[in-house]
């Protein structure tokens, strides 16, 4: 069965520092890969999708970069974070049959300071 | 872009209490799906509705997606404290997702 890993949980980070996020699939092959932003209590922002290794595609622009190095391996970064990256992030897989749902990890709490 | 509406947005109910979830666009869905959060936890897959006018069930919980696959609901009956949590309709637009801005349902035993 497939499987998403998120670390860390929960990351306090200062103004200006950098951000990095992994997000990891196992037990499927070529997945479309997702980055989400969540405010409390509300409905997802898509950040950044990749249908393959190296595409990246950007919904919103922001202090914020995504990576996909590796097939089943999707990072979310910052050369230097904002008062306004603090929130949830959720990394989510699909297949890459259109109309699929996707499934989520379990989320990074991520709070400047 | 595509907007999806939910409504409403918190809802407290007593536990053995039905409640109707709504989420509605004027954009045109593939498929639609429902999921259920809890805090601190991702998003967790309740259905997927596919084809105008269908109705599925899942024990207490009745989804239906309009006829023109542009609006969707949640019927709950016999609410319990278990159902607590946030619902959030999402839409498909090819390999994309639009998500409604979700219902914070809480009951009360």
């Known amino acids: 069965s497939q499987t998403i890993h998120q670390w860390p949980a929960t990351l306090v980070q200062p103004v200006g520092s950098p951000l990095s996020l992994e997000c990891t699939v196992e037990g499927t092959s070529n997945p479309n890969l997702y980055w989400y932003r969540q405010a409390a209590g509300r409905g997802l922002q898509l950040l950044f999708y990749s249908v393959g290794i190296g595409q990246i595609s950007s919904e919103v622009p922001q202090n914020l970069s995504a990576s996909r190095p590796q097939d089943r391996q999707f990072i979310l970064s910052s050369k230097k974070l904002l008062l306004s990256d603090s929130g949830f992030y959720l990394c989510a897989w699909s297949t890459g049959t259109v109309g699929q749902p996707q499934h989520f990890g379990d989320g990074t709490r991520l709070s400047i300071l | 872009t595509q907007l999806l509406e939910q409504s409403p947005q918190f809802l407290s109910i007593q536990e053995g209490e039905n409640l109707t979830v709504y989420c509605n666009s004027s954009?045109?869905?593939?498929?639609l799906q429902w999921y259920r959060q809890e805090p601190g936890e991702g998003p967790v897959l309740l259905v997927t509705v596919v084809t105008g006018g269908e109705v599925k069930k899942l024990k207490r919980l009745t989804f239906q997606f309009g006829d023109a696959r542009k609006d969707s609901s949640l019927h709950i009956t016999a609410a319990q404290p278990g159902d607590t949590g946030l619902y959030l309709c999402a839409g498909n637009a090819g390999n994309m997702l639009t998500f409604g801005g979700g219902t914070r349902l809480m009951v009360k035993p």
């Open positions: 954009s045109v869905f593939s498929s």
